[in-house]
Protein backbone atom coordinates (compact mmCIF):
# COMPACT_ATOMS: atom_id res chain seq x y z
CA UNK A 1 0.00 0.00 0.00
CA UNK A 2 1.01 3.28 -0.74
CA UNK A 3 1.49 5.79 2.31
CA UNK A 4 1.80 9.59 1.84
CA UNK A 5 5.22 10.88 3.56
CA UNK A 6 4.98 13.24 5.91
CA UNK A 7 7.58 15.54 7.32
CA UNK A 8 6.93 16.85 10.98
CA UNK A 9 9.67 18.74 12.75
CA UNK A 10 12.11 15.90 14.86
CA UNK A 11 11.99 18.26 17.90
CA UNK A 12 10.91 22.04 18.65
CA UNK A 13 8.25 24.22 18.91
CA UNK A 14 6.18 22.71 15.37
CA UNK A 15 6.53 19.03 16.90
CA UNK A 16 3.61 19.04 19.56
CA UNK A 17 1.27 20.64 17.79
CA UNK A 18 1.68 18.84 14.44
CA UNK A 19 1.50 15.68 16.07
CA UNK A 20 -1.09 16.77 17.62
CA UNK A 21 -3.02 17.98 14.13
CA UNK A 22 -2.65 14.63 13.16
CA UNK A 23 -4.33 12.78 16.10
CA UNK A 24 -7.27 15.39 15.94
CA UNK A 25 -7.59 14.07 12.17
CA UNK A 26 -8.02 10.93 13.83
CA UNK A 27 -4.73 9.76 12.15
CA UNK A 28 -2.91 7.65 15.06
CA UNK A 29 1.03 7.39 14.83
CA UNK A 30 2.70 4.75 16.67
CA UNK A 31 5.51 7.10 18.47
CA UNK A 32 8.65 5.71 19.34
CA UNK A 33 10.04 9.43 18.71
CA UNK A 34 13.62 7.66 18.38
CA UNK A 35 12.26 5.83 15.16
CA UNK A 36 12.85 8.60 12.54
CA UNK A 37 9.91 7.19 10.56
CA UNK A 38 6.51 6.05 11.95
CA UNK A 39 3.55 4.79 10.19
CA UNK A 40 0.07 5.19 11.16
CA UNK A 41 -2.16 2.13 11.84
CA UNK A 42 -5.65 3.51 10.24
CA UNK A 43 -4.71 6.01 7.80
CA UNK A 44 -1.96 5.73 4.62
CA UNK A 45 0.52 7.77 5.96
CA UNK A 46 3.73 7.83 7.80
CA UNK A 47 5.68 10.40 9.40
CA UNK A 48 9.70 11.04 8.65
CA UNK A 49 11.04 13.32 11.73
CA UNK A 50 13.56 15.96 10.15
CA UNK A 51 14.90 18.99 11.07
CA UNK A 52 13.39 22.09 10.07
CA UNK A 53 16.10 23.10 7.79
CA UNK A 54 16.31 20.30 5.77
CA UNK A 55 12.92 20.26 4.75
CA UNK A 56 12.08 22.20 2.43
CA UNK A 57 15.25 20.81 -0.01
CA UNK A 58 13.35 17.14 1.08
CA UNK A 59 10.26 18.70 -0.33
CA UNK A 60 11.92 20.27 -3.42
CA UNK A 61 13.13 16.50 -3.71
CA UNK A 62 10.56 14.71 -3.67
CA UNK A 63 11.66 12.70 -0.54
CA UNK A 64 8.94 13.79 1.48
CA UNK A 65 5.11 14.20 -0.08
CA UNK A 66 4.08 16.59 2.33
CA UNK A 67 5.26 19.02 5.59
CA UNK A 68 4.29 20.89 8.38
CA UNK A 69 6.84 23.42 8.52
CA UNK A 70 7.00 27.39 9.88
CA UNK A 71 6.01 29.59 6.74
CA UNK A 72 9.32 31.16 7.78
CA UNK A 73 11.38 28.24 6.84
CA UNK A 74 9.65 28.44 3.14
CA UNK A 75 10.33 31.81 3.35
CA UNK A 76 14.17 31.50 4.01
CA UNK A 77 14.86 28.13 2.17
CA UNK A 78 11.67 27.16 -0.13
CA UNK A 79 10.05 29.93 -2.10
CA UNK A 80 9.43 27.81 -4.84
CA UNK A 81 6.98 24.92 -2.74
CA UNK A 82 3.66 25.56 -2.75
CA UNK A 83 1.18 25.85 0.47
CA UNK A 84 -1.77 23.77 0.74
CA UNK A 85 -3.01 24.76 3.97
CA UNK A 86 -2.62 27.27 6.98
CA UNK A 87 -2.40 25.79 9.69
CA UNK A 88 -2.95 28.44 12.15
CA UNK A 89 -0.97 27.45 14.94
CA UNK A 90 3.07 27.86 16.08
CA UNK A 91 2.51 31.97 15.19
CA UNK A 92 5.41 34.23 15.56
CA UNK A 93 7.11 37.04 13.56
CA UNK A 94 10.36 36.95 11.86
CA UNK A 95 11.78 40.38 13.48
CA UNK A 96 15.13 42.43 13.23
CA UNK A 97 16.02 43.63 17.00
CA UNK A 98 18.50 45.84 18.67
CA UNK A 99 20.53 46.30 22.19
CA UNK A 100 17.57 47.93 24.48
CA UNK A 101 20.35 50.71 25.41
CA UNK A 102 20.62 51.21 21.12
CA UNK A 103 18.64 54.37 19.91
CA UNK A 104 16.98 53.62 17.27
CA UNK A 105 15.75 55.81 14.37
CA UNK A 106 14.85 53.50 11.97
CA UNK A 107 16.11 50.57 9.10
CA UNK A 108 18.84 52.95 7.75
CA UNK A 109 20.66 52.58 11.07
CA UNK A 110 21.24 48.84 10.08
CA UNK A 111 23.46 50.36 7.00
CA UNK A 112 27.07 48.59 7.70
CA UNK A 113 26.38 47.34 11.04
CA UNK A 114 26.80 43.28 11.75
CA UNK A 115 23.48 41.51 12.20
CA UNK A 116 23.45 37.94 13.31
CA UNK A 117 21.26 35.41 12.20
CA UNK A 118 19.99 31.86 10.96
CA UNK A 119 17.75 33.80 8.23
CA UNK A 120 20.22 35.53 6.23
CA UNK A 121 18.16 35.26 2.92
CA UNK A 122 15.25 36.72 4.69
CA UNK A 123 16.90 39.73 5.97
CA UNK A 124 19.27 40.39 3.27
CA UNK A 125 15.84 40.72 1.19
CA UNK A 126 14.23 43.12 3.27
CA UNK A 127 17.44 45.35 3.89
CA UNK A 128 18.00 45.68 0.36
CA UNK A 129 13.99 46.29 -0.64
CA UNK A 130 15.27 49.11 1.98
CA UNK A 131 18.21 50.19 0.05
CA UNK A 132 20.21 49.24 2.99
CA UNK A 133 23.40 46.59 2.94
CA UNK A 134 24.74 45.32 6.09
CA UNK A 135 27.35 42.63 7.09
CA UNK A 136 25.83 39.15 8.34
CA UNK A 137 27.18 36.77 10.50
CA UNK A 138 25.41 33.23 10.36
CA UNK A 139 24.33 31.37 13.29
CA UNK A 140 22.06 28.38 13.24
CA UNK A 141 20.48 28.98 16.82
CA UNK A 142 20.87 30.98 19.99
CA UNK A 143 21.42 34.03 17.63
CA UNK A 144 19.81 36.17 20.69
CA UNK A 145 23.26 36.17 22.69
CA UNK A 146 25.65 37.67 19.63
CA UNK A 147 25.03 41.15 20.75
CA UNK A 148 25.90 40.95 24.53
CA UNK A 149 29.20 38.90 23.74
CA UNK A 150 30.23 41.50 21.26
CA UNK A 151 29.46 39.03 18.23
CA UNK A 152 27.09 41.85 16.20
CA UNK A 153 25.23 44.63 16.46
CA UNK A 154 21.79 43.79 15.99
CA UNK A 155 19.80 40.07 15.59
CA UNK A 156 17.30 39.04 13.01
CA UNK A 157 15.23 36.11 14.31
CA UNK A 158 12.32 34.36 15.32
CA UNK A 159 9.72 36.18 18.17
CA UNK A 160 6.84 34.04 19.28
CA UNK A 161 6.58 35.16 23.28
CA UNK A 162 9.47 37.93 23.07
CA UNK A 163 10.68 36.37 26.12
CA UNK A 164 14.41 35.63 24.91
CA UNK A 165 14.76 39.04 23.54
CA UNK A 166 13.36 40.36 26.55
CA UNK A 167 16.15 38.24 28.78
CA UNK A 168 18.84 38.75 25.91
CA UNK A 169 18.26 42.57 26.87
CA UNK A 170 17.08 43.28 23.44
CA UNK A 171 13.96 45.32 21.77
CA UNK A 172 12.26 44.45 18.41
CA UNK A 173 12.51 47.20 16.11
CA UNK A 174 11.53 46.03 12.52
CA UNK A 175 9.06 43.18 11.65
CA UNK A 176 9.76 41.41 8.23
CA UNK A 177 7.24 38.36 8.30
CA UNK A 178 4.40 36.99 10.04
CA UNK A 179 4.99 33.29 10.22
CA UNK A 180 2.70 30.48 11.16
CA UNK A 181 3.12 26.36 10.23
CA UNK A 182 1.31 25.65 7.15
CA UNK A 183 0.94 22.11 4.95
CA UNK A 184 3.60 22.56 2.54
CA UNK A 185 3.52 20.17 -0.37
CA UNK A 186 6.15 18.39 -2.94
CA UNK A 187 5.87 19.69 -6.92
CA UNK A 188 7.30 16.06 -7.84
CA UNK A 189 3.72 14.49 -5.35
CA UNK A 190 2.40 11.42 -7.31
CA UNK A 191 -1.32 11.40 -8.61
CA UNK A 192 -1.82 8.42 -6.16
CA UNK A 193 -0.45 10.34 -3.05
CA UNK A 194 -2.46 13.15 -4.05
CA UNK A 195 -5.70 11.58 -3.65
CA UNK A 196 -3.94 10.41 0.50
CA UNK A 197 -3.33 14.22 0.70
CA UNK A 198 -6.86 15.32 -0.37
CA UNK A 199 -8.16 12.95 2.07
CA UNK A 200 -6.10 14.71 4.84
CA UNK A 201 -6.55 18.12 3.67
CA UNK A 202 -10.23 17.32 4.44
CA UNK A 203 -9.56 16.36 7.82
CA UNK A 204 -7.76 19.04 8.66
CA UNK A 205 -9.97 21.43 7.12
CA UNK A 206 -12.48 20.13 9.59
CA UNK A 207 -10.16 20.36 12.62
CA UNK A 208 -9.50 23.75 11.98
CA UNK A 209 -12.95 25.23 11.89
CA UNK A 210 -13.90 23.28 14.91
CA UNK A 211 -10.43 25.21 17.22
CA UNK A 212 -12.11 28.38 15.45
C1 LIG B 1 13.50 30.25 19.03
C2 LIG B 1 13.93 31.48 18.26
C3 LIG B 1 14.00 32.54 19.32
C4 LIG B 1 12.93 32.14 20.31
C5 LIG B 1 11.71 33.01 20.18
O1 LIG B 1 14.64 29.69 19.60
O2 LIG B 1 15.19 31.26 17.62
O3 LIG B 1 15.25 32.53 19.92
O4 LIG B 1 12.61 30.78 20.01
O5 LIG B 1 10.68 32.65 21.08
P1 LIG B 1 10.17 33.62 22.22
O6 LIG B 1 9.92 34.96 21.59
O7 LIG B 1 8.90 32.97 22.68
O8 LIG B 1 11.20 33.68 23.27
P2 LIG B 1 14.68 28.23 20.19
O9 LIG B 1 14.31 28.27 21.62
O10 LIG B 1 13.85 27.36 19.34
O11 LIG B 1 16.21 27.81 20.14
P3 LIG B 1 17.36 28.01 19.03
O12 LIG B 1 17.34 29.42 18.57
O13 LIG B 1 18.64 27.72 19.76
O14 LIG B 1 17.09 27.06 17.94
MG1 LIG C 1 16.53 31.00 19.48
Redesign the pocket.
Known sequence: MKRLRVAVQKS??LNEDSLRLLKDAGISIDNGKEQLKAASGNFPLEVLYLRNGDIPQYLRDGVVDVAIIGENVLVEKGKDIIIAEKLAFSKCRVSLAVPKSARYNGIEDFQGKKIATSYPNTVTEFLTKNGISADLHIIN????IAPNIGLADAIC?????????FKNNLKEVEVMLQSEAVLAVSPLISSERKEILSKLQFRIQSVLRARK
Open positions: GRGSVEDIVSSGSTL
